[in-house]
């Protein structure tokens, strides 16, 4: 396995970790515990269109953050040796706010206005490994 393998899976890795604290610490501030859904999305982005497709992420998590309760973590990051392929850690309160997150004016205005750009698009379901973990 080479180098670039095994950081490239650590990094995601540690994203997944920053998730699951995030999910458990949003657990505790509702005060109650709920199933919530965390998802991975990996994304390959046309590289010609990479700062189009930024300015529109950017502005779809933003305003998904700010308008949606039950969108709890929405996590971006870019591969460093490969900057179109991103990766985002999502993390909803439960598959009902999921539905409906992608119901929204911004979601829709996002995967319409991005459709051209992605080349690729790999969603990955995920269960936390470590269900009573908190932030300190």
């Known amino acids: 396995m080479s180098v670039k393998i095994i950081i490239g899976n650590f990094r995601l890795l540690r994203l997944f970790a920053i998730g699951v604290l ?34 529109a992420l950017k502005e779809e998590i933003e305003e998904s953050i700010r308008l949606e309760p039950g969108v709890l973590t929405l996590y971006a990051v870019s591969d460093r040796q490969k900057p ?17 997150h992608i119901q929204t004016t911004q979601f829709l205005k996002y995967k319409n206005g991005t459709k051209d750009m992605v080349q690729s ?16």
């Open 84 to 100: 179109h392929h991103i990766t985002i850690l999502e993390i909803y309160a439960d598959s009902a706010a999921y539905k409906s």
């Open 121 to 136: 698009l790999e969603l990955l379901d995920t269960v936390p490994l470590v269900p009573g973990m908190k932030i300190k």
């Open 22 to 55: 995030a999910l458990l610490s949003a657990e505790h501030t509702f005060g109650q515990t709920k199933t919530q859904m965390v998802r991975i999305a990996k994304i390959v982005v046309d590289p010609a269109q990479l700062e189009n497709y930024k300015v």
